[in-house]
């Protein structure tokens, strides 16, 4: 694809509850991949395959509700076990996050509806945040477009704790968002 993304970092964009300009931490990431979004989704979606391609967010698990199949339902409940430095050889301690997905439209290449996933931070789960402390929406969407898809990820946090996150690790999260989307572009492409 020869023509740049529009807003690659999807600045002015809301997720379900949270605008952006609300939004106390904005981060975000966009590229082009070279297949048809339902691959796209296809690995997005199917958290077994992470360990392969996924630096920043190599093992996710899902605790509620129990499937035999590692993918996204709405209201599933997950604990992604975070890397805060996926390009660090050192050994690191995972940082667990707790989430819940809250929306979720699969791909439609026949009617040009976008696939999208959001998912929020986990108040009620162990280790969990109160809302007013610290309350992290992220979005996933997946466009067809000419030659491949366009996949676009944002999050928006928003609570006191943000302010400690933001200073600690800003610079951090904006840069492993933009490898979550290179590291999807990678596993995609190459298994096509």
Request: glycine share 4%; aromatic share 8%; proline share 8%.
């Amino acid at each position: 694809m020869s023509t740049p993304l529009s807003d690659p970092q999807n600045a002015d964009r809301a997720t379900p509850t949270i605008e952006a300009a609300k939004a106390t931490l904005h981060i975000g990431s966009s590229i082009f991949i070279a297949a048809p979004s339902t691959a796209v989704w296809a690995a997005l979606t199917d958290t077994s395959t992470w360990p392969s391609w996924n630096e920043f967010i190599p093992r996710p698990r899902t605790t509620r509700p129990p499937s035999s199949h590692p993918s996204y339902k709405k209201g599933t409940k997950m604990t992604f076990h975070v890397r805060m430095d996926p390009t660090s050889d050192k050994l690191q301690k995972a940082n667990d996050t707790q989430l819940m997905v809250t929306e979720l439209e699969v791909p439609n290449p026949e009617t040009n509806t976008p696939g999208r996933i959001v998912w929020v931070s986990d108040s009620e789960a162990p280790g969990g945040f109160s809302p007013s402390l610290l309350t992290a929406e992220r979005e996933h969407e997946i466009k067809d477009v000419e030659e491949g898809c366009e996949v676009r990820n944002w999050e928006n946090q928003i609570g006191w704790l943000v302010y400690a996150v933001k200073w600690m690790y800003g610079k951090r999260l904006e840069a492993n968002f933009d490898l979550w989307v290179q590291d999807l572009k990678r596993f995609v492409e190459e298994s096509q």
